[in-house]
């Protein structure tokens, strides 16, 4: 039998063959099985699914259906002969190796997404075929004929095999070179400037077998993932195609199609996942404790991988056991395993999976600054003034399709959203803000948050009154999803200075953004807290802050959330509202005290307890006496403090350690009868 897929298998690179030799100790009769079973899988391939090489393909799947001939008459005896045990071993082991090396290539070959990418590589492609083929041929030769039972008939099928495989030439199809040529033209046209022909990118798309939006939209996400390797690699040989494959690839999605056909491609997502968890084993990348895929995985000191939202939801029920082992745990420390996020992003990726975007969060989209090839710069210049058109002039169809583009164009590209913001696309957006379609008014929105992370957009957006009218999405919008990136706007608009002012004035803005921390979606509240955090950087937005009911909303989120990274945005809230008297005075007539002194004992993020341990220093400073001789009671306190001053961030350390030495002074004084005059301010308030 051939091997079950592991869950590594799904991320392989293209044009990457990670096949080994089967186990030493694998019994040639097993091992016979094995590459029969590989055989067959084999010729379960049909060529016409191929981008190209294919009649190569079909020669090479021809070849394997002799090979099967062959190998159905071959009877290993057991034991196996003992003149020559290991010839037998060595030749079935080197057939294994080279036939699942070819199932690879006949899997990149007719892989969704890397179509085009394959084109480009035919030459190489070409190449693989003929060594696959001549290396199955010396495989033949150094079996055993005479010690494995082979009939006189199979015997001259393997002769054949073993002549016609070293004697094809595997040339790279006549077709394949002209379609090659065409896209190569294509890419010249984009570097000079000049919009090429609609049939001519018709006729390359369709000769690799892109025929809709969403085959496009593959191709566009692979040539992504590859280019995040190429980067992370010394060489970056590849960079420079691939950057003009992606630009071309997004001109086509935009231009050539004409539906988009999201929720389709989204339902059969939804069916893929299903079947490819089937017969892929889940339990590599699914939580022990929640059985769903992880989208923060991290390790406990035993080893073992865990979703971080559960691992710390088990810890926070008061259990300190691993969960898979029942073994205690000598430290809850939590490390993000990099390694597995990666695979199960590019599992995700690759097979169609929709994966929580909170798991790409810290992706390095800095080396989007740049367009990568002088033809993508052309390509995506070109695109952004057609999508600026269709935005001015289009129908309503043509104006949400365009707002879409946009939307995904900038959402992980630098260089596409300078693009798009100097063709002139804002104020088309913002119009469209307005709209009662809440499709429109969803793509204008999300297209606009993604473009106000550009440093030059802010300024477009609010000297076109955008500011306004993001607000009243926020408040109004049609769809939940449209305010919710209404209030993300919101937050990079508060970067500047003078707009967080312009922003905290306008009426009922930081109700409505508490209220949604409050009752909001995940991503709502998420992106409400956010907001609320940078409108505080301006003084006077912080009475205001106050007056919405935010610190009892805010401290009710710390009791009942389990989501971690929600946790922290909530303390660093806290943190900056506690630094004036009447943000203090307000945690604590929310019973927050205890509340913080218990995340900072169950809490495993280092920027949490960093976040709890300057609030409970600013609850000390403003609050006074009787704020501290509360936490002096706090048995669990102290240890959380020292463990700060060796495992903390270095601004926690000081930081727990100023808070040491309060706490310490004050017990010293109360014991002798005297306070310092930092305990014997006027302004204390009742701290339960």
């Known amino acids: 039998m051939t091997k079950r897929p592991t869950a590594a298998e799904p ?9 080994v030799h089967p186990s030493d100790r694998t019994p040639p009769s097993a091992l016979l099985s094995s590459v029969a079973d590989l055989a067959r899988s084999i010729l379960a391939c049909k060529s016409g699914r191929f981008a190209c090489n294919r009649r190569n393909a079909a020669e090479s799947i021809r070849n394997v259906a002799n090979l099967l001939i062959f190998l159905e008459e071959v009877v290993v005896p057991t034991p196996p002969p003992p003149r020559a045990p290991g010839s037998v071993a060595l030749g079935l082991s080197e057939l294994h190796l080279e036939l699942r090396k070819l199932q690879c290539l006949l899997e990149d070959c007719a892989r969704d997404g890397a179509r085009a990418w394959m084109l480009v590589k035919s030459e190489r492609v070409a190449g693989q075929f003929r060594a696959s083929a001549r290396a199955m041929a010396t495989a033949l030769d150094v079996l055993p004929m005479e010690d494995v039972g082979v009939p006189v008939e199979a015997r001259e099928i393997a002769g054949l095999f073993v002549r016609h495989a070293r004697k094809v030439r595997f040339e790279v199809d006549v077709d394949d070179r002209t379609a090659l040529s065409d896209l190569k033209s294509i890419l010249s ?51 420079e195609i691939l950057s003009s494959l992606m630009g071309l690839m997004c001109y086509c999605r935009c231009v050539l199609f004409e539906v988009v056909d999201i929720e389709s491609n989204r339902q059969s997502n939804d069916e893929h996942a299903i079947k490819v968890l089937d017969h892929v084993n889940p339990d590599d990348f699914r939580c022990p404790i929640s059985l769903e895929l992880m ?29 898979k082992t029942g073994e205690m745990l000598a430290s809850t420390e939590l490390v993000p395993n990099a390694a597995i996020r990666r695979l199960i992003e590019q599992y995700c990726s690759e097979n169609g999976i929709p994966f929580a975007e909170s798991a790409r969060k810290n992706r390095d989209i800095t080396r989007t600054v740049l367009a ?37 164009l900038a959402k992980t590209s630098i260089f596409n959203r300078s693009c798009l913001v100097e063709a002139g696309s804002i104020p088309h957006l913002l119009k469209l803000l307005t709209s009662r379609d809440s499709s429109i008014q969803e793509n204008a929105i999300a297209a606009l948050l993604n473009l106000s992370k550009h440093s030059k957009s802010k300024a477009i957006i609010v000297k076109n009154g955008g500011l306004v009218l993001v607000v009243k999405v926020l408040k109004y919008g049609h769809k939940v999803e449209a305010r919710q990136h209404a209030a993300a706007t919101l937050f990079y608009l508060a970067s500047i200075e003078e707009y967080r002012k312009l922003i905290g ?13 409050k009752n909001g979606t995940s991503r709502g509240k998420k992106n409400a807290l956010v907001a609320v955090f940078g409108l505080l950087m301006h003084h006077g937005n912080h009475r205001r802050v106050l007056a919405s009911g935010a610190v009892p909303v805010l401290v009710q989120q710390l009791k009942s959330s389990d989501r971690e990274d929600f946790v922290i945005d909530c303390l660093a809230v806290l943190s900056s509202i ?17 509340i913080i002194v218990g995340v900072l004992n169950s809490s495993t993020s280092r920027v949490g307890r960093e976040h709890c341990v300057t609030l409970l220093l600013a609850l000390c400073i403003n609050g006074g006496a009787e704020v501290i001789s509360n936490l002096v009671k706090s048995s669990s306190l102290m240890q959380s403090l020292y463990s700060l001053l060796s495992e903390g961030t270095s601004r926690a350390s000081k930081k727990a350690s100023a808070l040491i030495r309060l706490l310490q002074d004050f017990s010293e004084r109360r014991s002798c009868g005297s306070l310092p005059a930092i305990f014997q301010q006027e302004q204390f308030v009742h701290a339960s």
């Not at 710069?377 to 169809?397: D, I, P, Q």
């Not at 043509?398 to 946009?406: D, W």
């Not at 004035?505 to 921390?517: S, Y």
């Open 578 to 594: 506690a630094e004036k008297s009447e943000g203090t005075s307000a945690i604590l007539r929310a019973s927050a005290l205890y």
């Open 189 to 239: 046209r984009f570097e000079c400037g000049i919009a090429p022909e609609r049939s001519a990118l018709g006729r390359v798309l369709d000769y690799v077998g892109v025929r809709s939006w969403t085959d496009c939209h593959k191709e566009i996400r692979f040539l992504d993932a590859e280019l995040g390797f190429e980067f992370s690699s010394v060489e970056k040989r590849e960079v």
């Open 372 to 408: 990568g090839s002088v033809a993508a710069e052309g390509a995506m210049k070109m695109l952004a003034s057609y999508l600026a058109s269709r935005l001015e002039v289009g129908t309503g169809v043509e104006r949400n399709r365009a707002a879409y583009e946009i939307r995904l």
């Open 505 to 517: 004035e306008i009426p009922g803005t930081i109700a409505v953004l508490v209220e949604m921390v």
């Open 11 to 19: 991320t392989r690179r293209t044009l990457t063959f990670p096949a």
């Open 295 to 323: 989208v923060d995985p991290v390790t406990t000191v035993t080893g073992h991988t865990y979703d971080r939202a559960s691992i710390v939801r088990w810890f926070r029920s008061g259990n300190f056991t691993c969960p």
